[in-house]
C-alpha cells in the first residue's frame, strides 16, 4: 500500500472537499435510516417552521441552484413535508411552510447537526474550532471579495506566512 500523505502536505482545497464528502456521506447514511437525504434535511432546517420561508429566497441561502432546489421542493412536497402557500406580503411568490410531518423531520435533523457539532466540539479544545472557523471565513471572505485570481494572477499576501 502506499505511503500516506500527511494532512498538512495536502492543498487546502483537497482537505475542504474531502472533509465535505465524508460529513455528506455520513448524514445521507444517518438520513437515509429514515428515508430521506442530506438535501432534504438541509433544505428543512433552512425553512422557518413558523413563518415559512419565501421560495425564492432558500436557494441563495442555501447556496443552491434554482433547478437543484425545485426537485428538492418538488420531493418534499409529495413526501408530505412542505406545503407552498402565497406569500401575504408579496402576491407573486410563495412561502414554503413546513407542514407538521416535515417539523417532526425537521427536528430530527437538527438533533443529527448538533450531535455531530457537539462531537466534534468533544474532541478539540475551543481554540482550534475558533481558528477553524476564523479559516473558513478568510476563504469565504477572499472568495466572495474576488481576492484570489485578479487578471488570471492569483493574489499573494503572505502576511502571516514564514521566509
Not at 487578471?151 to 502571516?160: R, V
Amino acid at each position: 500500500m502506499g505511503r500516506q500523505i500527511p494532512m498538512k502536505d495536502k492543498t487546502i482545497e483537497y482537505v475542504l472537499r474531502t472533509t465535505w464528502m465524508a460529513i455528506q456521506k455520513m448524514y445521507n447514511e444517518e438520513a437515509a435510516k429514515f428515508d430521506s437525504t442530506m438535501a432534504t434535511g438541509f433544505t428543512l432546517l433552512s425553512i422557518d417552521p413558523e413563518e415559512g420561508t419565501p421560495s425564492t429566497s432558500l436557494g441563495p441561502k442555501m447556496g443552491m441552484e434554482a433547478t437543484s432546489l425545485s426537485r428538492i421542493l418538488k420531493s418534499m412536497e409529495e413526501r408530505g413535508l412542505i406545503e407552498r402557500k402565497p406569500n401575504p406580503n408579496d402576491g407573486r411568490s410563495v412561502l414554503i411552510h413546513l407542514t407538521q410531518f416535515g417539523k417532526e423531520k425537521r427536528e430530527y435533523s437538527r438533533d443529527r447537526v448538533l450531535i455531530f457539532n457537539e462531537a466534534i466540539r468533544g474532541k478539540l479544545p475551543k481554540e482550534k474550532i475558533d481558528h477553524f472557523y476564523e479559516v473558513a471565513q478568510v476563504i469565504n471572505e477572499m472568495i466572495s471579495n474576488r481576492k484570489i485570481y485578479i487578471n488570471n494572477q492569483f493574489e499573494i499576501k503572505d502576511e502571516h506566512k514564514k521566509n
